[in-house]
Nanobody, 121 residues
Framework: QVQLVESGGGLVQAVGSLRLVCAASVSISSINFLGWYRQAPGKERELVAIITTDGTTNYTNSVKGRFTISRDNAKNTVDLQMNSLKPEDTAIYYC???????????????WGQGTQVTVSS
């Protein structure tokens, strides 16, 4: 069982920065994909950024050039550095991890409890 705990959310003014941290209860080298989703009020949850075990990253278009996802295998954390924040970035941000079990041909996803990010104009 993998537990993910987010921290670092809060209130920030537009063009400001925040850094979200997700701490895993297991070695993140065993987690194939780590990422951040967000859900704004009245909207569906969307993928913000993802990082694989080899460090490959991918971002949704709206955050490219502003957000950076990184992983620290020694600390078992995955961070999301958010710069040049906009009011439309306001949402609950969730950390997620996906573990692929090749022997069982199955995959398991795990979620944190979420952390609120509010960007004021």
């Amino acid at each position: 069982q993998v537990q993910l705990v987010e921290s670092g959310g809060g209130l920030v003014q537009a063009v400001g920065s925040l850094r979200l941290v997700c701490a895993a209860s297991v070695s993140i080298s065993s987690i194939n994909f780590l990422g951040w989703y967000r859900q704004a009020p009245g909207k569906e949850r969307e993928l913000v950024a993802i990082i694989t075990t080899d460090g490959t990253t991918n971002y949704t278009n709206s955050v490219k050039g502003r957000f950076t996802i990184s992983r620290d295998n020694a600390k078992n954390t995955v961070d999301l550095q958010m710069n040049s924040l906009k009011p439309e970035d306001t949402a609950i941000y969730y950390c997620t991890g996906v573990v692929i079990d090749i022997s069982r041909r199955d995959a398991y996803d795990y979620w944190g409890q979420g952390t609120q990010v509010t960007v004021s104009s």
